[in-house]
């Protein structure tokens, strides 16, 4: 949608044009041009009331929504350039973006991607710092959510927070940007898109602000969502949300459901479930995917637990409480979701873990890795001994030789000055 800020080209003076404008509006209307608008704007023209006219004009621009479809975007191309020269454009806006609400009447398929087209022209003119380009794409969003055309909207996504700060939006403005957006990119499918956004939501609330009814409302929608996303595993990001932790307040099972799949087993789940009979399906929680996450997040935290790196299919098996043939199959997933690395071995019927994410990092992580840092110091002293008695032996025997050397060297100097020696014959 944005791109460098575009030009207009449209010919002819002002009066020209908002005549011409006139006279198109008159023919959409069907009005007799000497009793309609158009003689309303040469009067205006005439009495330089340049003002008035582009006033008159705008109000009555309605009637484009009646326009061919081949001429909706010229059409809107000279009015945007005809309100744009006014100081008046921020008023004037707002009527266009009232207009640009509804497709055009003679364009039943083609209609919303032509208020895109148009709205996007509009968004593209303003410098890419207006605070006006905020409304242009809250209307678009608008559009595309009323009419399911989310293909034109996802390549902008990675743009939008620039944006936001580009305008120097509001927090409250943020807010709704980015709630409009993932109540889009929900229905549209697009999993990754939702959450990330609800997050951007969520970050807009201050610490002061996280026991309001609209930030526990966000993030109570955030945490079923992170629950009901198949594909979104991590759960410790969530725990830096003041509005999550005053969750514990307001929906204390939810909270309690949100501790579950952040640092907790499959057994807790199941007695969640057990306590609280029903609340998971009375709530939008989706226990099937829900099931299956805090299984893959059971076998996660075993793998990252287990002190040999080696994990029996016995205790897999019990632990996810499914049957040993099935083992292997969630091995698989875990590895496949990138929260565990390692091999199986069907021999000794036990998987070999080379690496395991850890689910929380907590006091247990902390110690955790004290005590590995623990271990490789001794490793590392036992290697730094090696090497010291290796380099010990190295200069001895280096010592050795060069005394050997140096005797060679000894007696062959001797043997030469014995041989040198002058013998006296009387």
């Keep these: ?96 973006l009232q207009n640009l609400s509804t497709p055009p009447s003679t364009s039943p398929h083609n209609g919303p991607a032509l208020l895109v087209s148009v709205l996007s022209t509009i968004f593209n003119i303003l410098p890419s710092f207006s605070p006006l380009r905020y409304p242009v794409y809250r209307a678009t969003l608008k559009v595309v959510a009323a009419h399911g055309l989310y293909d034109v909207l996802s390549p902008q996504l990675k743009s939008v927070k620039k944006w936001v700060a580009d305008w120097n939006s509001s927090l409250e403005d943020a807010r709704e940007l980015y709630l409009e957006i993932a109540s889009i990119a929900e229905d549209a499918g697009d999993e990754e898109q939702f959450y990330h956004f609800l997050v951007e939501a969520l970050q807009t609330f201050p610490d002061s602000e996280a026991a309001t009814p609209r930030a526990r409302e966000i993030a109570s929608r955030l945490v079923k969502a992170a629950i009901n996303l198949p594909t979104r595993l991590d759960f410790d990001e969530l725990a830096s949300f003041s509005a999550i932790q005053q969750l514990q307040d307001s929906d204390a099972e939810l909270f309690q459901l949100y501790e579950v799949f952040a640092g907790g087993q499959l057994e807790d789940y199941i007695e969640f479930n057990d306590e609280h009979e029903g609340w998971v399906d009375d709530n939008g929680i989706n226990h099937t995917i829900a099931y299956r996450k805090i299984r893959l997040l059971t076998l996660t935290s075993l793998a990252a637990s287990c002190p040999d790196r080696s994990l029996p299919y016995i205790n897999i ?94 007696g062959m100097e001797g043997g030469r000055r014995g041989g040198n020696r002058t013998v006296a014959v009387e």
């Design 1 to 96: 949608m944005a791109t460098e800020i575009n030009t207009l080209m449209v010919e002819g003076s002002f009066a020209d044009q908002i005549v011409e404008m006139a006279q198109y509006i008159d023919t959409i209307n069907k009005t007799n041009p000497t009793q309609g608008l158009c003689l309303e704007i040469e009067n205006l023209v005439e009495n330089e009331q340049k003002e008035e006219a582009l006033q008159k004009t705008i109000a009555a621009s309605t009637a484009l929504s009646s326009a061919p479809e081949r001429e909706f975007i010229p059409a809107y191309n000279l009015l945007i350039h005809l309100a744009r020269s006014s100081p008046e454009f921020p008023t004037y806006l707002n009527s266009l």
């Design 317 to 410: 098996s019990r632990r996810l409480h499914v049957p040993s043939e099935e083992v292997e199959h969630w091995v698989i997933d875990v590895i496949r979701a990138g929260l565990v690395e390692g091999k199986l071995s069907q021999l000794n019927q036990t998987f070999l873990i080379h690496r395991a994410e850890s689910r929380t990092f907590g006091q247990a992580e902390w110690e955790q890795v004290a005590e590995r840092l623990e271990v490789w110091k001794h490793s590392l002293c036992g290697i730094l001994e090696v090497v010291k008695g290796a380099k010990e032996q190295a200069r001895q025997h280096e010592n050795r030789e060069q005394q050997k050397i140096e005797g060679v060297i000894s």
